[in-house]
């Protein structure tokens, strides 16, 4: 099916440092979403963005909406072992979720 | 507000038998979409429901089926299991504004195990 291209699949970086995440698609999308996922459990909804060139921040993590629509970035500061996880994008259309492959992030102490 | 609930959180099935998994969306949302999640091709989306009818429908064979019901809920079935239909099965719902679903919420998901 339609996926999203989202880059890097994986990261390992050392706590403390800044992280940076993107997704770019072929197709226009009204909302770009980000999630996590921990082992065993379902996608936990992080950032919503409504409008192109909108920049959103939840905490230590910001996103941003592409000004073509087609493309998003996560960035998280001062990383910690919390972190560790899968993250998503995904484009939002009118009934159904395309999702990104995922940025497998590993966090070293 | 209570979260997106999924039951169970775990099945084994053997391969040719049929499996119901269900979900309860946030209070309030009408729109109930289901995903599939594998290693192999990360998050599928199946179908998606809203006020007890399939709006959308994604590329999975017949064996695959939902429905939805008054109060919102929603089962999905899967039919003559076949090995390459053990997964993460995870439903999101969302409200509606102007003509669109809004951000979906996950549930933890019911994973599926076909031996």
């Known amino acids: 099916g339609q996926q999203l291209n989202q880059s890097p699949q994986s990261m390992f970086i050392q706590e403390g440092e800044d992280v940076s995440m993107n997704c770019t698609s072929s197709s226009i999308f009204n909302t770009w979403l980000w999630y996590k996922q921990d082992p065993g459990e379902g996608p936990v909804l992080l950032i919503a963005l409504y409008k192109a060139g909108e920049l959103t921040s939840n905490g230590r993590l910001t996103a941003q909406f592409g000004i073509t629509r087609k493309d998003s970035f996560l960035n998280i500061s001062a990383s910690i072992p919390s972190d560790v996880g899968i993250y998503f994008c995904?484009?939002?259309?009118?009934?159904?979720?395309?999702f990104g492959q995922g940025t497998r992030l590993t966090i070293n102490p | 507000k209570a979260g997106v609930t999924q039951t169970p959180r775990y099945l084994i099935k053997t391969r040719g038998q049929q499996v119901t998994l269900s979900c309860s969306p946030i209070?309030?949302?009408?729109?109930v979409s289901w995903y599939q999640q594998t290693p192999g091709q990360g998050l599928q989306f199946l179908f998606e429901y809203f006020s007890e009818t399939q709006r959308n429908k994604g590329n999975f064979p017949g064996r695959f089926s939902g429905r939805q019901f008054s109060n919102s809920r929603s089962e999905m079935n899967v039919s003559t299991l076949e090995l390459g239909d053990s997964a993460l099965y995870l439903c999101a719902s969302s409200s509606l504004s102007g003509g669109s679903n809004t951000e979906a919420f996950f549930g933890q998901g019911t994973r599926l195990t076909v031996v």
């Open positions: 995904a484009g939002q259309g009118a009934q159904k979720l395309v």
């Open positions: 209070s309030g949302h009408r729109s």
